[in-house]
């Protein structure tokens, strides 16, 4: 039996894992290239979408009411008659377009009626309100 020795004639009894390592996550990263390889399915030929669909994409309105009553659509300020603007060139884009409103908890109630109310004087019908889920769910 002889004792492995390194180039200073030193004996040691660890073994250098690294190339192990490598040659590991090298065989990790085919297996994983290989698998999603073969679970591609079945070719189809999918229809193209029409001009009338493609045009009709929703583009969805954040507009959100910050602790100190500011308003921002899309994270641009507005105030809410630049708000009723925006919204009015939206709706004439496109006319059935949704709107999430983002209240902060310590905004005063009225700042967010105010901008619920712009979304009722435009007609807008697809509005809500954005909440955390409670932390036991």
């Known amino acids: 039996m002889s004792i ?50 493609s045009q009709a994409k929703k583009k969805i309105q954040a507009i959100t009411v910050a602790d100190d009553g500011k308003i921002c659509l899309n994270t641009v300020p507005v105030s809410l008659t630049e708000l009723e603007q925006r919204l009015t060139q939206q709706k004439a884009e ?3 377009f949704p709107v999430v409103v983002r209240g902060d908890r310590a905004a005063q109630y009225q700042g967010i009626m105010d901008v619920l109310n712009v979304c009722a004087k435009l007609g807008i019908s697809q509005v809500a309100l954005a909440t955390k889920p409670l932390k036991g769910q």
């Open 4 to 53: 492995r020795t390194d180039t200073e004639g030193k004996a040691y009894d660890d073994i250098n894992v690294t190339p192990m390592v490598d040659l590991y996550l090298v065989l990790l990263l085919i297996f994983i290239i290989m698998t999603t390889a073969g679970l591609q399915g079945l070719k189809v030929n999918l229809p193209k979408e029409s001009a009338a669909t």
């Open 94 to 96: 496109t006319p059935d």
